[in-house]
């Protein structure tokens, strides 16, 4: 896609810096009402109902069948992504928005020290899918749910992104919550830091004043999270020399 230069683009007009100083403390009003807001929904996060789940779900993992309670690795606490997945089709054909959020699970170690695991539940093939998590250069633990997806997603559509969260008591399991769509976002940097910019996202949908860069939109040459016809992410694995042949 192609890009306006420095000097076309559109751009804020310039202040001195008390003037600068004084929308910044305005908005910063804003912003501390918005990050208390997110504290009151995290709090009535917690004390939302649990639903009970049989943990002994088969799923598959790295030796073979195990359940959704082995999922866990001990821990009391667990968040699965179900990774979207398209069986059969190359790499560079895979969920653009699953790459995107998936490539940015980085350091699990924090989580872990709060008793909470992370793994990715892929609703496709075990052997094809890790194959292109290992294309990618991933390292949470992965496991294929193709055989159990109904169940586990009971009264959801199945195909579709989703994060959901359990918890263990002993060899008991409960669902505790769960999003999909846009609500996946929890999972991503990226997307937080290009807000702080004076550009943003560059996408289509945003609100942006006239003139300002936003050539990212719905469709296969230009959409978010692809480029040049594959997800963003695979060309530097490309060119670091990473197969990504999901056949072998």
Request: hydrophobic share 35%.
């Amino acid at each position: 896609m192609g890009h306006l230069s420095e000097n076309e683009a559109a751009a804020p007009k310039v202040a001195d810096r008390t003037t600068f100083q004084a929308e910044v403390d305005a908005l910063r009003t804003r912003e501390k009402a918005h990050m208390r807001e997110g504290d009151e929904i995290a709090a009535a996060r917690r004390r939302l109902p649990m639903v009970a789940v049989d943990g002994r779900i088969p799923i598959i993992g790295k030796k073979g069948p195990t359940t959704l309670l082995d999922a866990f690795e001990g821990r009391r606490m667990l968040i699965a992504y179900y990774y979207m997945w398209f069986a059969g089709k190359p790499a560079a054909r895979q969920c653009q928005g699953c790459s995107w959020f998936t490539s940015q699970v980085r350091e699990l170690s924090y989580l872990h020290s709060r008793d909470v695991t992370y793994a990715t539940f892929c609703q496709g093939p075990y052997d094809e899918s890790v194959r292109y998590r290992d294309f990618m250069g991933w390292d949470m633990p992965w496991y294929s749910v193709t055989g159990s997806v109904d169940t586990l997603l009971a009264g959801r559509e199945v195909g579709s992104m989703y994060l959901v969260c359990y918890l263990r008591r002993g060899s008991d399991v409960f669902e505790t919550w769960w999003t999909t769509r846009r609500g996946v976002e929890a999972m991503d940097n990226s997307y937080r830091l290009l807000d702080l910019t004076v550009y943003g996202r560059q996408e289509e949908q945003e609100v942006s004043p006239p003139g300002w860069p936003q050539g990212w939109g719905e469709n296969e040459r230009v959409h978010p999270f692809r480029s040049d016809g594959r997800p963003i992410a695979q060309w530097q694995r490309l060119d670091a020399g990473f197969s990504d042949d999901l056949d072998t």
